[in-house]
């Protein structure tokens, strides 16, 4: 498999799992793979773990170095999804083992990551052009956790 290399790279610090995360993460993603993982003696941090990883192409690196840093919903990853079936696999696979349904969209990992699995077609859902379509979305969208594409277009249609 020719290696792509990216110029922004994510980089997630997970206190001991990192190599557990992104085996979970390419087994939930299509093209998606751990490349390599290597692990570093003699840091400040003792023993640590360094994966690099890809998910849908894009490359990450992750650490596995300790209880230094929590994951927090300060950032997330949206995944765009064409189709329902697209939503409930991300939906079920993330929030299996653990993982957190939260609401409009978001969703927690067993390793407390959160994502945002959202309708691609929310975008154009979520125009400004016509604000009484706007706030329907924005009033369904606020009700649901994982989210239900007929009923976005129902109530962006007035129905």
């Keep these: 498999m ?16 990192a190599r ?5 993460y ?9 490349e390599r993982s290597v692990t570093l003696e003699g840091t400040p941090s003792g023993s640590v773990e360094v994966v690099t990883f890809f998910v849908l192409g894009q490359e990450f690196q992750a650490i596995s170095a300790g209880p230094l840093f929590p994951f927090n919903e300060s950032i997330s990853f ?10 409930d696999h991300y939906w079920d696979r993330l929030t299996a083992d653990g993982g957190q349904a939260v ?29 009484e379509a706007l706030a329907r979305v924005t009033q369904a969208f606020l009700q649901m956790k994982k989210f239900d594409i007929a009923a976005l277009v129902r109530a962006y249609e007035g129905r």
């Design 2 to 17: 020719a290696t792509i290399r990216h110029k922004l790279v994510p980089h997630l610090w997970f206190d001991h799992q």
């Design 20 to 24: 557990e995360a992104a085996e979970f």
């Design 26 to 34: 390419a087994s939930v993603f299509e093209n998606s793979w751990v």
């Design 78 to 87: 949206v995944v765009k999804c064409d189709t329902q079936q697209e939503i």
């Design 103 to 131: 609401e409009c969209g978001w969703l927690k990992d067993k390793f407390g990551l959160s994502w945002q699995i959202v309708p691609a077609v929310l975008d154009e859902l979520m125009q400004p052009g016509d604000p």
